[in-house]
T-cell receptor, first 113, second 109 residues
Framework: GAGVSQSPSNKVTEKGKDVELRCDPI?????LYWYRQRLGQGLEFLIY????????KSGLPSDRFSAERTGESVSTLTIQRTQQEDSAVYLC???????????FGQGTRLTVV | EDQVTQSPEALRLQEGESSSLNCSYT??????LFWYRQDPGKGPEFLFT???AGEEKEKERLKATLTKKESFLHITAPKPEDSATYLC??????????FGAGTTVTVRA
């Protein structure tokens, strides 16, 4: 596609439910990042994938968070047993390689009620 | 730990009033410094990449420069459509992008 696509654009969920967020990277991009942006705050690194290498999961805030990516295609970020503090915009970005500019999607706004 | 500090937090400019935004960083082994623009409710939009001290990049009314400790984003003769939050990010050896908190620029007509 022309850009990074994320779905859904908005998600409202009840506390305790699981949610799955999807990211379609730019075709040919080997690296994929997930970030979280709380209201009025900066971007917080969660995880990145590079090709078939083991992902860097060092930013995941708890074991309720997990992410998968198959090859250089779609990635899903899963949050289990959601809490109100998980409410944020979740941003995905992809880049041709790890050391080149990353292009962001529009984000998924998650609201936990 | 990599640190990125942006200043000022907010900047209000009159149309045509040039100014500069600062991004100071502490990082071990800089691979690249990136500038992004973010409009409300949208994802960051890529502007520039700088890789080494002394490098400069320009795009329309924006010019980014890099030293060993900081980067500047100069806005020349801004227009209202330049109003946005400008984000700076550094990439070090671990390839993670560490972002600053951003500078929110408001340009009044």
């Amino acid at each position: 596609g022309a850009g990074v696509s994320q779905s859904p654009s908005n998600k409202v969920t009840e506390k305790g439910k699981d949610v799955e967020l999807r990211c379609d990277p730019i075709s040919g991009h080997t690296a994929l990042y997930w970030y979280r942006q709380r209201l009025g705050q900066g971007l917080e690194f969660l995880i990145y994938f590079q090709g078939n290498s083991a992902p860097d999961k060092s930013g995941l805030p708890s074991d309720r968070f997990s992410a998968e990516r198959t090859g250089e295609s779609v990635s899903t970020l899963t949050i289990q047993r959601t809490q109100q503090e998980d409410s944020a915009v979740y941003l995905c970005a992809s880049s041709f390689q790890l050391n080149t500019e990353a292009f962001f999607g529009q984000g998924t706004r998650l609201t936990v009620v | 730990e990599d640190q990125v500090t942006q200043s000022p937090e907010a900047l209000r400019l009159q149309e045509g009033e040039s100014s500069s935004l600062n991004c100071s960083y502490t990082v071990s082994g800089l691979r690249g410094l990136f500038w992004y623009r973010q409009d409300p409710g949208k994802g960051p939009e890529f502007l520039f990449t700088l890789y080494s001290a002394g490098e400069e990049k320009e795009k329309e009314r924006l010019k980014a420069t890099l030293t060993k400790k900081e980067s500047f984003l100069h806005i020349t003769a801004p227009k209202p459509e330049d109003s946005a939050t400008y984000l700076c990010a550094v990439q070090a050896g671990d390839y993670k992008l560490s972002f600053g908190a951003g500078t929110t620029v408001t340009v009044r007509a």
